[in-house]
T-cell receptor, first 113, second 116 residues
Framework: SQQGEEDPQALSIQEGENATMNCSYK?????LQWYRQNSGRGLVHLIL???NEREKHSGRLRVTLDTSKKSSSLLITASRAADTASYFC?????????????WGLGTSLAVNP | DGGITQSPKYLFRKEGQNVTLSCEQN?????MYWYRQDPGQGLRLIYY???????QKGDIAEGYSVSREKKESFPLTVTSAQKNPTAFYLC???????????????FGEGSRLTVL
């Protein structure tokens, strides 16, 4: 299995509900990033959380990081139809020339009006 | 507005032909990257460049080539040696030169290549 695995693979909720997506990884990380991708478009950076941080907020987004469990979660509160997209986590792992960004397979979120 | 421009958005190629995808940025970023995205898979790094006139292979460089003659431009050529080129190609940039791409990435809108 891959570093940076998101779950669930797909999530369907109603507008106004909260959406939670999880990302698990295998090796120690320097930081973890979350990105959003609308269908057929490029990715947009949402949040970067460093390995020494436990929680970060940005508007309706809340990201947590548990390095002991090697997992992160992305919470979108009061979801809107415009939040419909795929969400990817990317883990910055390794050191020196072996340091790299590893992408998960993404969670597809559908917010129904 | 500052950003990354990829062109063309859609491209069709016959087998055996080389095609070049354009990527231009006006963010004054040092580092630029090319990724490939296939359904059900995460992004995979093809090539990256930290500075003008220098670039490095990523995880799946075979069948691809790049150049970095100007800071703002990083074109990708998909050669006939690439056996399965149909995919969505994404160009990105970042401020840091730290290899290979560990800071916030700024992406273009992508180019979808289809081999007929």
């Amino acid at each position: 299995s891959q570093q940076g695995e998101e779950d669930p693979q797909a999530l369907s909720i109603q507008e106004g509900e909260n959406a939670t997506m999880n990302c698990s990884y295998k090796t120690s990380i320097n930081n973890l990033q979350w990105y959003r991708q609308n269908s057929g478009r490029g990715l947009v950076h949402l949040i970067l959380i460093r390995s020494n941080e436990r929680e970060k907020h940005s508007g309706r987004l809340r990201v947590t990081l548990d390095t002991s469990k090697k997992s992160s979660s992305l919470l979108i509160t009061a979801s809107r139809a415009a939040d419909t997209a795929s969400y990817f986590c990317a883990t910055d792992a390794g050191a020196g020339n072996n340091r790299k960004l590893i992408w998960g397979l993404g969670t597809s979120l559908a917010v129904n009006p | 507005d500052g950003g990354i421009t990829q062109s063309p958005k859609y491209l069709f190629r016959k087998e055996g032909q080389n095609v070049t995808l354009s990527c231009e940025q006006n963010l004054n970023h040092d580092a630029m990257y090319w990724y490939r995205q296939d359904p059900g898979q995460g992004l995979r790094l093809i090539y990256y460049s930290q500075i003008v006139n220098d670039f490095q292979k990523g995880d799946i460089a075979e069948g691809y080539s790049v150049s970095r003659e100007k800071k703002e431009s990083f074109p990708l050529t998909v050669t006939s040696a690439q056996k399965n080129p149909t995919a969505f190609y994404l160009c990105a940039s970042s401020i840091e030169r730290v290899p290979p791409n560990t800071g916030e990435l700024f992406f273009g809108e992508g180019s979808r290549l289809t081999v007929l």
